[in-house]
């Protein structure tokens, strides 16, 4: 029998240790529960290890053939053009090997069903038709990521009797989480259930919870609580391995239909053909400084 191919596990990156640490420990717990099958991870910038060295590591233990999973739970810029880009150079720094791209995450009814529990964490009992929940995402200049965010929030309305669900962004996109939580008062909220479309912890999910503490210290009459992250729950866990399988067995294609890439959306024109170029780790040992000007100005604080 052929051995499997290989689950290579693509993340973001933080400059938060224990976010990175959190996506390090998920990689390990999802190699040991598929021994069949080598596992690695690696992150596009921000956090060791850098994914070229996990591809590396990879080839170093003879895999040739191995699919990608992007641990991201919308399609911005970074699973439709920084990730692609970097297994691009990885291909031409290994000749022989070949891989499969899989889908982001959300909004899968799994990940939903987390979320629903992280909810009901701390409301403690209370009514859900009292409740109305705001779920942040991280925010985007690319407005098909930001829209996936508010399918996502309508879906985890829907059957669940939330008083209503809304939908705010910690960075580079609008509504705010002030703008979002005031929006969710003049709707009539008087219990606000503050939910980070988050994997793990960072420091964007930190912030989440730093704003909304500031505003409901600001608006007493107002209960306002704020929700964990997803976490490596069994059911991430589960979602990962259907999008590899899916990644080597299934008909994968992107959304197109509203990507900047390809249409030119009112104030987006200019992306359009605009060429992607991965990210360029620090940490990566490749032969790739001539090529850092690609990196200028693309500044993240994760």
């Excluded at 060295?53 to 810029?77: D, I, K, N, Y």
């Excluded at 690319?142 to 960075?171: C, H, I, M, Q």
């Excluded at 197109?256 to 104030?267: F, K, Q, W």
Aim: charged fraction near 20%; hydrophobic fraction near 40%.
């Amino acid at each position: 029998m052929t051995n499997p191919p290989a689950l290579l596990i693509a993340g973001h990156g933080t400059r938060d240790e224990a976010g990175a640490e959190a996506f390090r420990a998920f990689v390990a717990a999802l190699g040991a529960r598929h021994p069949e099958l080598p596992v690695a991870g690696g992150f596009i910038e921000l956090s060791p290890p850098p994914l070229g060295e996990a591809v590396a590591g990879l080839v170093g233990q003879g895999v040739r053939r191995f699919a990608t999973v992007p641990l991201m739970l919308v399609s911005a810029g970074h699973a439709k053009g920084d990730i692609p880009a970097a297994l691009a150079r990885e291909k031409d720094r290994h000749p022989g090997i070949t891989y499969s791209y899989g889908r982001p995450l959300g909004p899968h009814p799994a990940l939903l069903r987390v979320l629903e529990r992280r909810v009901d964490e701390v409301l403690q009992g209370a009514d859900r038709a009292s409740v109305t929940v705001l779920l942040v995402g991280r925010g985007s200049t690319d407005p098909d990521a930001n829209a996936e965010v508010f399918k996502a929030a309508r879906l985890l309305w829907e059957g669940r009797r939330y008083a209503g669900v809304e939908t705010a962004f910690v960075s580079l996109a609008a509504p705010d989480v002030p703008a979002g939580l005031e929006r969710c008062r003049r709707l009539g909220a008087q219990r606000i259930v503050v939910l980070p479309y988050f994997l793990f912890t960072g420091i964007l999910p930190d912030r989440v919870r730093s704003q909304a503490q500031n505003w409901a210290a600001a608006h007493p009459g107002v209960d306002v609580r704020t929700a964990d992250v997803i976490g490596p729950e069994p059911e991430l866990a589960d979602l990962v391995m259907e999008r590899y399988r899916e990644a080597l067995a299934g008909d994968l294609r992107m959304n197109c239909d509203s990507c900047v890439y390809r249409i030119a959306l009112p104030g987006f024109e200019e992306k359009v053909g605009a060429p992607q170029q991965p990210h360029f780790h620090p940490d990566d040992d490749g032969h790739h400084h001539h090529d850092s000007h690609h990196h200028g100005g693309h500044a993240h604080a994760h």
